[in-house]
């Protein structure tokens, strides 16, 4: 009996190391494989109703959330975007401690940016646009109007340097009073209330606004011209432990740029024409 149990015991061994050879472990940098096996995506999104947010019903909502959910279904994979609300300045730390899969929200790449993170490629470009007041009282075409004035763009993106070098340029005692903001929502409010004179926004997440509410009293400045559009190409930030997924998602998304699907989705959202948004220059 001692010998058959023996047996058995080396036979059962043997069928549990055949199994862990049959059904290999996941690995931890394959985002694609935990998102099958859990069919839940964790995504940051932002509070901006054109590009990123939540909507009534606490879902991801937004172009950033549908390009995602059309790369999903491309990819064969049954999951819900898993929306995590938060400003723009947070996405980098929150990817950095893993409190997120990416982010259903555009980011420009730059260089420091790429030392902390993964990137997608380049999905379509989202140049800035200087709103100020209804009617111009002040007479601004262009940063240099905004010295001895107050000017404001949100937490973390490239523009906070844009109206720096700007103050830095204008005549002595005469600089930018800049302020900085969580949302770019709130650099508009404060630009109809009066207290901000002009702002770096998205151009179609500003116009988005506005065409909510024409009577808001806001309008982009006219002359103004962005100082490097291809460098405003925004793509999505991923947690830097995935590494292979963004060579997975750049395959998808050029086949869904390829089959008109990606057009089709900005046109639905009012991004029309897309080409605006889909062609680099």
């Given at each position: 009996?001692?010998?058959?149990?023996?047996?058995?015991?080396?036979?059962?061994?043997?069928?549990?190391?055949?199994?862990?050879?049959?059904?290999?472990?996941?690995?931890?940098?394959?985002?694609?494989?935990?998102?099958?096996?859990?069919?839940r995506?964790?995504?940051?999104?932002?509070?901006?109703?054109?590009?990123?947010?939540?909507?009534?019903?606490?879902?991801?909502?937004?172009?950033?959330?549908?390009?995602?959910?059309?790369?999903?279904?491309?990819a064969?994979?049954?999951a819900?975007?898993?929306?995590?609300?938060?400003?723009?300045?947070?996405?980098?730390?929150?990817?950095?401690?893993?409190?997120?899969?990416?982010?259903?929200?555009?980011?420009?790449?730059?260089?420091?940016?790429?030392?902390?993170?993964?990137?997608?490629?380049?999905?379509?470009?989202?140049?800035?646009?200087?709103?100020?007041?209804?009617?111009?009282?002040?007479?601004?075409?262009?940063?240099?109007?905004?010295?001895?004035?107050?000017?404001?763009?949100y937490?973390?993106?490239?523009?906070?340097?844009?109206l720096?070098?700007?103050?830095?340029?204008?005549?002595?005692?005469?600089?930018?009073?800049?302020?900085?903001?969580?949302?770019?929502?709130?650099?508009?409010?404060?630009?109809?209330?009066?207290?901000?004179?002009?702002?770096?926004?998205?151009?179609?997440?500003?116009?988005?606004?506005?065409?909510?509410?024409?009577?808001?009293?806001?309008?982009?400045?006219?002359?103004?011209?962005?100082?490097?559009?291809?460098?405003?190409?925004?793509?999505?930030?991923?947690n830097?432990?995935?590494?292979?997924?963004?060579?997975?998602?750049?395959?998808?998304?050029?086949?869904?740029?390829?089959?008109?699907?990606?057009?089709?989705?900005?046109?639905?959202?009012?991004?029309k024409?897309?080409?605006?948004?889909?062609?680099?220059?």
């Amino acid at each position: 009996m001692k010998t058959f149990g023996h047996r058995l015991a080396s036979f059962i061994g043997l069928l549990a190391a055949s199994a862990a050879v049959a059904t290999p472990a996941m690995a931890d940098d394959d985002l694609m494989a935990k998102i099958k096996a859990t069919k839940r995506l964790e995504a940051i999104v932002g509070q901006s109703p054109a590009w990123s947010t939540v909507d009534a019903a606490g879902q991801a909502d937004g172009i950033m959330p549908d390009i995602v959910r059309a790369f999903l279904k491309r990819a064969g994979i049954e999951a819900t975007v898993h929306p995590i609300v938060m400003p723009f300045d947070s996405i980098i730390p929150a990817l950095l401690s893993d409190k997120a899969d990416l982010a259903a929200n555009s980011m420009f790449i730059t260089p420091a940016r790429a030392k902390q993170i993964l990137f997608t490629n380049v999905l379509f470009y989202n140049s800035e646009a200087l709103f100020i007041a209804k009617g111009n009282p002040l007479g601004i075409k262009s940063l240099a109007g905004l010295c001895g004035h107050t000017g404001a763009t949100y937490k973390g993106t490239v523009w906070v340097s844009i109206l720096e070098k700007a103050s830095k340029e204008c005549p002595a005692g005469k600089s930018i009073d800049i302020r900085l903001y969580a949302t770019s929502d709130l650099v508009l409010q404060d630009i109809i209330a009066g207290r901000v004179d002009g702002g770096l926004v998205d151009q179609y997440a500003g116009l988005y606004t506005l065409s909510k509410d024409p009577n808001l009293k806001f309008e982009i400045a006219p002359g103004y011209v962005s100082p490097n559009r291809a460098a405003n190409g925004a793509a999505i930030p991923i947690n830097p432990k995935y590494k292979s997924f963004a060579t997975t998602f750049n395959k998808v998304y050029a086949e869904l740029l390829a089959n008109g699907t990606i057009k089709g989705l900005f046109e639905a959202r009012g991004f029309k024409p897309a080409e605006v948004f889909l062609r680099p220059e």
